[in-house]
């Protein structure tokens, strides 16, 4: 059974330019999870995704990131102008149900410049 | 609101060395707590978990018990070999969410 996969494994931007991240979860899981780990800080959660729909969406900073999962398959996380504290490391997770274990996605390193 | 603390790291060890890694918490209620691992390149894994206190939560040579008198849930092994070499993350969940509250991480370097 292959992994969560996240695309691109780093991603190097100016400030003020956009970048869009994508999830593809393991094949069969609903629930898709975005977290994201700033530089020095704890793994913060962002949003949840059951299917297409968002569940929960309160970890999500500001209105310049936009999350999609169009047809419950793989998400996107769209940056949109990136600013400099937005450097960090995004993960992507995925698990069947609410209470069933999340599987891990090996991050995206995302630098503003 | 909930909070995991865990020592800094990086943490390093010769080859056989015994392993503890703390981390304490602070939690509404009786959290569940969990450790994750992160090897170089791949995601988070979760390594172990306990759900009530004085559970003790083990796989792969590595345990930890929920201490609930101290609020800690410290990492340990007996004999750490090279391939332990990742990040560590204390975590938990309580009132309710199935959203773990993460900790900083530990970086833990092994050397032959």
């Known amino acids: 059974e292959a992994g969560v996969t996240q695309f691109p494994s780093h991603s190097v931007i100016e400030k003020g330019q956009t970048v869009t991240l994508r999830c593809d979860p393991i094949?069969?899981?609903?629930?898709l999870y975005w977290y994201r780990r700033v530089m020095g800080k704890e793994i913060k959660f962002l949003l949840h995704?059951?299917?297409?729909?968002?569940?929960?969406e309160s970890g999500m900073p500001n209105n310049r990131f936009l999350a999609e999962r169009t047809g419950g398959t793989y998400s996107t996380l769209k940056v949109q102008p990136a600013e400099l504290e937005d450097s960090g490391v995004y993960f992507c997770?995925?698990?069947?149900?609410?209470?069933?274990?999340?599987?891990f996605g090996p991050g995206t390193r995302l630098t503003v410049l | 609101g909930d909070s995991v603390t865990q020592m800094e790291g990086p943490v390093t060890l010769s080859e056989e060395a015994f392993l503890t890694i703390n981390c304490t918490y602070t939690?509404?209620?009786?959290?569940?707590l969990f450790w994750y691992v992160q090897y170089p390149g791949e995601g988070l894994q979760l390594l172990l978990k306990?759900?009530?206190?004085?559970d003790k939560g083990s796989n792969k040579g590595f345990e930890a018990t929920y201490r609930k008198e101290t609020t800690s849930f410290h990492l340990e092994k007996g004999s750490v070999q090279v391939s332990d070499s990742a990040v560590y993350y204390c975590?938990?969940?309580?009132?309710?969410?199935?959203?773990?509250?993460f900790g900083r991480g530990t970086s833990l370097i092994v050397h032959p």
């Open positions: 306990a759900t009530k206190a004085d």
């Open positions: 997770a995925s698990g069947r149900g609410f209470w069933n274990e999340q599987f």
């Open positions: 094949s069969g899981h609903d629930n």
């Open positions: 995704f059951v299917k297409e729909s968002k569940q929960d």
């Open positions: 975590a938990l969940s309580s009132g309710g969410s199935y959203i773990p509250t």
């Open positions: 939690a509404t209620g009786y959290p569940s």
